[in-house]
Structures are given as structure tokens and as C-alpha cells.
């Protein structure tokens, strides 16, 4: 089992800029790729970005590329989602995902393990 717990979720202003970030435990972090989801009210959840266990690659949804930053510290077990000039339409709760085979996530947009997710509200 994997145990993932997102923070740094909060409300910002349209323009601003938030970290998120998503300890785990429980398996070795380093052997999975971990991603990032998003789910607004009223939609589905859709993916944001993902990084391979050695953060050789990385993903993003089209949306949010040039914006958001994704990055990793195997040592410290935690991943990153860095969040720049965010805007309206990135409010939505955001779910930190691990898996062994990063395309689960990047063609299923599923994972085998889920955080319970943190708010981020964008304000205009």
C-alpha cells in the first residue's frame, strides 16, 4: 500500500501562485511514477501532470503547460506540483495519484493510489 497526503491547497488570486505538495509512505516512492489530478464541481476529473519514478519525463495536460511544474525528491518521498499564473479555471480539488506504470495515468487517467485532496480556488 501507498499512502498519499496532498498539502498546500488554499485560495488565491487569478495571477498568483500556489505549491502544492503530496508526501507518501508505505511501498518505495521511488519505484512509481506519481501524477497530479483535478476534479471542479460538476466535472470529471481529469488529468494535470505526471513525472516517470526518476523524473526523466514529465506531463502535462495542454491547459496548464508553460504554467505548472511538477517535480519530485525521492529522498524526501514527496512531489511537487509548482502552480504559476494561475487562473479561474484551475479551481478545482486537486489529487495527488501513484502507480507503478505511469500510463495508466497519462491513457486511463486512473491510478492505482489516490491522496484524499486539497481545494485550490482561484478568484478573478
Known amino acids: 500500500q501507498v499512502q498519499l497526503v496532498e498539502s498546500g491547497g488554499g485560495l488565491v488570486q487569478a495571477g498568483g501562485s500556489l505549491r502544492l505538495s503530496c508526501a507518501a509512505s508505505?511501498?518505495?516512492?521511488?519505484?512509481?511514477?506519481m501524477g497530479w489530478f483535478r476534479q471542479a464541481p460538476g466535472k470529471e476529473r481529469e488529468f494535470v501532470s505526471a513525472i516517470s519514478w526518476d523524473s526523466g519525463k514529465t506531463y502535462y495536460r495542454d491547459s496548464v503547460k508553460g504554467r505548472f511544474t511538477i517535480s519530485r525528491d525521492n529522498a524526501e518521498n514527496t512531489v511537487y506540483l509548482q502552480m504559476d499564473s494561475l487562473k479561474p479555471e484551475d479551481t478545482a480539488v486537486y489529487y495527488c495519484?501513484?502507480?507503478?506504470?505511469?500510463?495508466?495515468?497519462?491513457?486511463?487517467?486512473?491510478?492505482?493510489?489516490w491522496g484524499q485532496g486539497t481545494q485550490v480556488t482561484v478568484s478573478s
Open positions: 495519484a501513484g502507480d507503478r506504470d505511469i500510463a495508466t495515468m497519462l491513457l486511463y487517467s486512473s491510478s492505482n493510489y
Open positions: 508505505g511501498r518505495p516512492f521511488g519505484s512509481y511514477a
